[in-house]
């Protein structure tokens, strides 16, 4: 991820009807993947790129054996696995394999409490690697941040009545370790917000994107931001629905089964 272009960008989020301008690295609706995980560095030029997700762990495209002029839209989903429960905030009971760790990813992106500082950090704690201390508050202070650019108290919920709805369209996964245990999921998605009278978001957030990396551990798979794996991160075309290009990257579609 480029960081520059992350503090960057800009974005309207619609809070108690109305619209508050938000900037710097804490953008795009809610916490940005880079300061969920952690750090300010970038790959090095020169370093060697991740390895790939084996080829039994990537989704099987549709089309010509050669990619061709296949796109994500035209190309084969991912169904996402159900979670089987919930727990601390977050869905639970996501199995060990490449469709697990997606959905993994994804339920935990779509339902992050991004602007509740209280709520996100029982997610965080329920969802962080024991292995990267020091991540739960960092991205604390960075949720306070953020309530306090749009205007909030430092501390507290989502004012009153609002809601919002992230909706991840689709992924690009790399595996950054040899045996696929340790996996970057970059997540392309809009952010919609309803007002408490139930009015829709005029200016939601589309075609954001962001990552994640996650690892198997204690059963489950727990966000991390460890050196050796933050290090072999990598940086993914734009995705777009009806891009070649986008499909040749690795980005696949993602559908829910319920």
Excluded: C
């Excluded at 790939?52 to 696995?81: E, F, M, N, Q, Y």
């Excluded at 004012?159 to 997540?187: C, H, Q, Y």
Aim: glycine share 10%; proline share 7%.
């Amino acid at each position: 991820m480029n960081v520059h272009d992350r503090k960057a960008r800009r974005a309207k989020l619609t809070l108690a009807g109305l619209g508050v301008l938000i900037a710097g690295a804490l953008v795009a609706g809610g916490i940005t993947a880079f300061s969920l995980l952690g750090g300010d560095d970038k790959p090095k030029a020169g370093s060697s790129p991740s390895a790939s997700v084996p080829a039994s762990s990537k989704p099987v495209p549709s089309g010509s054996s050669s990619g061709g002029r296949t796109t994500p839209d035209k190309a084969k989903k991912i169904t996402l696995d159900v979670p089987t429960g919930q727990r601390d905030g977050i869905s639970t009971g996501f199995r060990d394999t490449p469709v697990g760790m997606v959905s993994a990813a994804v339920y935990f992106w779509e339902g992050f409490a991004f602007l509740d500082d209280q709520k996100a950090r029982q997610q965080l704690q329920a969802a962080v690697s024991r292995d990267s201390p020091g991540l739960i508050d960092e991205q604390i202070t960075g949720v306070r941040k953020l309530r306090e650019g749009a205007g909030l108290p430092p501390s507290g919920g989502a004012p009153a009545g609002l809601t919002f709805n992230t909706a991840v369209k689709a992924i690009r996964m790399r595996s950054l370790a040899d045996d696929g245990s340790v996996v970057e999921i970059w997540m392309a998605y809009d952010r919609y917000a309803t007002k408490a009278d139930g009015a829709p978001d005029n200016d939601p957030l589309k075609n954001q994107s962001d990552e994640l990396i996650v690892k198997w551990q204690d059963g489950a798979w727990k966000l991390t931001n460890e050196p050796k794996y933050w290090s072999k991160r990598t940086s993914p075309v734009s995705y777009f629905p009806d891009s070649p290009y986008a499909f040749r990257d690795g980005w696949v579609q993602v559908r829910h089964a319920d």
